[in-house]
């Protein structure tokens, strides 16, 4: 055969070429005459109807591309298995997975629903084709998430937490931070919710942080099935960043849309902030026991993705469009990262937690005290005790680390906004909303609460923005509830009926596994009904003394 | 060791190198599987969407401005004593989904580049031809109408079951109008006379498809989403989408020598024998629900009423497509028939009559 020639040159034909395709998909839609659409997903956007930045796609190429990805995910869970994968992984990384695939899967499905509301907004049906596609992919995310976790169940030394994921998710304080974060792509003004929120912000910028970060703290503990699956589905993010770029871009020629956009761009950065980098923070900071100080740290990676790639090459362009940028909250953001240690606290306050989690946390070492000195100086004066205090009331027949008053830790106040604690003693804040005291972990979540999801904004009436509602306050569900009676109620007990699925360490053994007789006769309360209850005087008295923060006692 | 090395003891994480409590629950344990043992299905969706009523113990955290929580029963008339009963008969999750999808790609695409190869599409006949271009290129924007409502629809269902059949059946409904929609555009490389801007012509103004129109208007323009589901398997697709998807274009289409374009179509059969199955498995739980079964049944009486009457208007309005093509092998009158009993046959599973609507 000569060169050059092969059996596919000889057998091709020609067939429409992928933009004749796309432009005649698009013209499927048409303006309904006989009975229009109701909006029912609200905003208070207007849209022009202009397409921009058309999809290149059509779903005979999409499904068999992503059969494709599949075939190889599924493929090196078996080849992962078949290595005994699990024989060297890294149970402390592991058990964090408990909580991280408990929450995720909820936020993909919701990405799954949000385009509806976006879908229907769509200017230009190649855009409406490429919101299609994204339902798709979500639908994809949360399932093959699902097929994630049941497969560390299934292989991993200890299953329980595994086994009451959804039940878990929807019990536990932690996973609330995650649902926050879910609820807010769905509900609410469609834009702010479904293109600014999630797509804007969540996608475009913390994506990186979750399913890259991620994956290479997993293979550095062993976890080869964490980046495989989490590679696959962050390969669906540049088309969702580009659908959210493409609405962004059709609302923001209309001067009537920039106070609107800087409210939802302020709101949605600074809480991604707050959610994202607690969770995925403690997760790759203190899942991990690869401590090579040569590898990025969490805020190094921050830096590089959240303020190089986002910010300034994403954000501050909109700038050209007269948007005004919120400059001091990325300043602020990185601030509570590197000088605040938002993270550190973070993972502090979910140990303290330990008992009411669903997955077990071990106690952070003298290697560990180490890499965190080296990567963020000055650490080992704040956390060093407590990790080590950490590491002795671990052990069972101790009193735990939640109640024991050695330690000198005080338990925090709940931010309403972000639903994760008021971590930065200097920076809490309160207010009232309508009639009622509320407790904030900083400004940017007051205004959150007060001013961003209300009926008007300066002045403009917004009808279709969204409440904060619910039970947010966690602790005032079990607010004086006996600790063990909580914990039966949460479900967070083995089949044994009283070995606790939490634990403080990795021993997978029940003479050192704790048991609800061990945390019985402590009493749960709500800092926010106690902080209610005091006088106007008395709580500016109680904000200032909690705004002093603890210090950690030394132990011996 | 003390305390405080908090070396891990355990040489291996995997499965049973250790016994201890609850070494072995390797089981999602959390709800009850619809047969003796969890499928792998229920695992990957039960109790995704989660619910105040179950485990959500702090209730939905956002609301709308009027007060109306994340997701909210009421989105529906319809009401369920359980909504957490339904199970997708497909059982599909993320990784059935895309192989189902690809092979059908896979099996139209080789359809399309092995009839073109031949030479097929030249010897259709010429009449055929205009009707495929008008008609089925018209007809294409029904299955989108129905992808974008069912696409809408999947926003509001109460459980992630729920959900997620409405959310395939979407994604089958806007790939098979793409299907189509690319077919007419490969086969106008090949044959004159497809003119891919007259289905859309026709859609919008023949006489013939304003009824379907209508029709499917009134799906995508209703405001329940479980209405949009009804409408969309229990009512449009027996007595309008199969009428001509089968009743015409699958029966005729040999005749005009043309064995291409049953074949791109038969997908969409495929599609809604599984679409079906799920919406009569989800009607037919709410039709017998202990508490609220009179009620649904009631309601799916006015919803078929509804949307039946506008696809019996629709089925007639197309009447005239059947006298189109040289060689007539099949009789409105008697397909019309055949969807009609599959329609009433339909109801009949579900548990309500349609006889009122049906033999006006
Ligand atoms: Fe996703
Ligand atoms: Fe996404
Ligand atoms: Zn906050």
Known sequence: ?556 | MSATTGKTPQKSGAAGAAQFAGWDSRKYNYFEPKGRKASHYEDMTVDVQPDPKRYLLQDWIISFADGTPTYDERWTEVKSSDWHKFRAIDQEWERTHYQRQSTIVGMISNVIENGRRSGAPKRFDKAWVKTLSDHLGAYKHAEFGLGTSTMQAQRYGYTQMINNAILTNSSYKLRFSQDVTLYLGELALDIEGIDQEAGKHHWLEDPIWQGTRHAIEAVMGATDYLEQYFATNIVFEPLVAELFRSGFIMQMAASQNDFMTPAVVSAAEGDYERNLANAVELFSILALDPTHGEANRKLFVHWFEKHGQLAMLAAHQMQPVWSLPRVKVAQFSDVFDLQKNRARAIAAEIGFDVRQTLDR
């Not at chain 1, 992928?18 to 499927?28: E, G, M, N, P, Q």
């Not at chain 1, 190429?61 to 992984?89: C, H, I, T, W």
């Open chain 1, 1 to 556: 055969m000569p060169e050059g020639l092969n059996l596919n040159k000889i057998i091709a034909q020609r067939g429409m070429s992928i933009s004749d395709a796309t432009k005649r998909v698009a013209d499927l839609g048409w303006t309904p005459s006989y009975v229009q659409e109701a909006m029912t997903f609200p905003t208070d956007y207007k849209i022009k109807k202009t397409p921009r930045d058309p999809m290149k796609q059509v779903l005979r190429s999409y499904f068999p591309m992503q059969e494709e990805k599949d075939n190889r995910v599924y493929g090196a869970l078996d080849a992962a298995l078949r290595g005994d994968m699990f024989r060297n992984v890294q149970p402390r990384w592991v058990e964090w997975m408990k909580l991280f695939l408990a929450i995720i899967p909820f936020p993909e499905i919701s990405a799954a629903r949000s385009m509806a509301m976006v879908g229907r907004l769509a200017p230009g049906e190649e855009l409406r084709t490429g919101f299609a596609m994204q339902m798709v992919d979500e639908f994809r995310h949360s399932t093959i998430q699902m097929n994630l976790k049941k497969w560390y169940m299934e292989n991993y030394i200890d299953p329980a937490g595994f086994d009451i994921t959804e039940a878990a998710f929807g019990k536990c304080y932690a996973s609330t931070i995650g649902r926050q974060f879910a609820e807010g792509f769905v509900t609410g003004d469609a834009i702010t919710s479904a293109n600014v929120y999630l797509t804007v912000v969540a996608e475009t910028a913390f994506t990186n942080t979750l399913f890259v970060a991620m994956p290479s703290e997993a293979a550095r503990n062993g976890d080869y099935a964490l980046p495989t699956v989490f590679l696959s589905v962050q390969s669906d993010e540049s088309r969702h960043v580009g659908n959210g770029h493409s609405l962004l871009m059709s609302l923001i020629n209309d001067p009537d849309n920039h106070l609107l956009l800087e409210r939802d761009l302020k709101y949605a950065f600074w809480q991604n902030h707050a959610i994202v980098d607690a969770a995925i923070g403690t997760f790759v900071e203190y899942g991990t026991t690869d401590r090579d100080k040569n590898k990025e740290s969490y805020a190094e990676l921050w830096h590089r993705w959240i303020y190089e790639d986002y910010y300034r090459t994403y954000m501050l362009p909109l700038e050209k469009y007269g948007i005004k940028i919120h400059h001091d909250d990325v300043a602020a953001a990185w601030d509570r990262i590197v000088k605040s240690n938002y993270v550190h606290l973070t993972a502090q306050f979910f140990s303290v937690g330990w008992p009411v989690n669903f997955w077990r946390i071990e106690a952070q070492t003298e290697r560990d005290f180490e890499w965190f000195e080296h990567k963020y100086p000055g650490w080992y004066a704040q956390f060093g005790n407590y990790w080590k205090w950490y590491a002795k009331l671990s052990e069972k027949g101790q009193t735990n680390v939640l109640f024991n008053a050695d330690t000198g830790y005080t338990y925090p106040h709940r931010c309403w906004s972000c639903m994760v604690p008021c971590l930065i003693r200097e920076d809490f804040t309160y207010d009232t909303v309508e009639g009622k005291v509320y407790t904030y972990c900083s400004e940017q979540c007051r205004w959150t609460h007060k001013v961003a999801f209300a009926a008007e904004y300066e002045g403009r009436p917004t009808p279709a923005m969204g409440r904060f509602s619910g039970r947010r306050e966690w602790e005032e569900c079990y607010h004086g509830w006996d600790l063990a009676d909580a914990i039966t109620d949460l479900g967070f007990v083995r089949a044994d009926g009283k070995t606790l699925v939490p634990q403080p360490h990795l021993h997978f053994d029940d003479a050192k596994m704790w048991t609800l007789d061990d945390v019985r006769g402590h009493i749960l309360g709500s800092p926010l009904i106690g902080f209610r209850a005091l006088s106007d005087a008395e709580r500016v008295t109680a904000a200032a003394e909690y705004r002093k923060g603890f210090t950690i006692n030394p132990i011996n």
